[in-house]
């Protein structure tokens, strides 16, 4: 079975601060990992994913995580956050060595960026 | 804006009834995914169709059903209504059947308040 945790519930920074928002996952076979981002009464938007290659991934709006193996972790970060990213963020994972295409979803972690 | 649509944004009706939530997916896009999120159990993967064909199960309930028609559209009919089933609903396509690299983009949602 594939299961993600985001173990903060909420995550406070200042405005032009560094931000990380933690994910660790569990797959059986190789992880492919998502994160998605939801503001409030919008769906679920798109931020980036790894599939394979560099541990670095870069998404949209200045967005970037880290895939780490051997800590089964995929840490969204951004270098300076800003007001307007204040929202839920969710990580996700699809097992890839699993023919299922079912995709697990952490219980989010709402960001909240102060001016 | 994701190019996934959703109807109706809203929906509120009693217990004992029965609801249909439409999705019409991105341009080009043949998978349909439905999901509930809920403040108790956090996004849940319900269905997944691909091209007409059922491809994938979650947690959905025996009363709840999906169907994806020729155009690709597909309804999620929820029936029997209770207090629990008040959610948010979302559908979500992909160009694939889901596997791999296939990322799902997510529609705005469907508001369902049962009373």
């Known amino acids: 079975a594939q299961s993600v945790a985001q173990p903060e519930d909420q995550v406070n920074v200042a405005e032009g601060n560094p931000l990380t928002v933690k994910c660790t996952y569990s797959?059986?076979?190789?992880?492919?990992l998502f994160w998605y981002v939801q503001y409030p009464n919008r769906g679920l938007q798109f931020l980036l994913k790894?599939?394979?290659?560099?541990?670095l991934v870069k998404g949209s709006y200045g967005f970037e995580a880290e895939f780490n193996k051997s800590q089964t972790s995929f840490h969204l970060k951004k270098p300076s956050a800003l007001v307007s990213d204040s929202a839920l963020y969710f990580c996700a994972v699809r097992d890839g060595g699993n023919a299922g295409n079912m995709l697990t979803f952490g219980g989010g972690t709402r960001l909240m960026v102060k001016p | 804006d994701s190019g996934v649509t959703q109807t109706p944004k809203h929906l509120i009706t009693a217990t004992g009834q029965r609801v249909t939530l439409r999705c019409s997916p991105r341009s080009g896009d043949l998978s349909v995914y439905w999901y509930q999120q809920s403040l108790d159990q956090g996004l849940q993967f319900l269905i997944q169709y691909y091209n007409g064909e059922e491809r994938a199960k979650g947690n959905i309930l025996e009363r709840f059903s999906a169907q994806q028609f020729p155009d690709l559209h597909s309804e999620l009919n929820l029936s029997s209504l209770e207090l629990g089933d008040s959610a948010l609903y979302f559908c979500?396509?992909?160009?694939?059947?889901?596997?791999?690299?296939?990322?799902?983009?997510f529609g705005p949602g469907t508001r369902l308040t049962v009373l």
């Open positions: 979500a396509s992909s160009v694939g059947g889901g596997g791999g690299t296939d990322t799902q983009y």
């Open positions: 790894y599939i394979t290659g560099d541990n």
């Open positions: 797959v059986s076979g190789n992880p492919y």
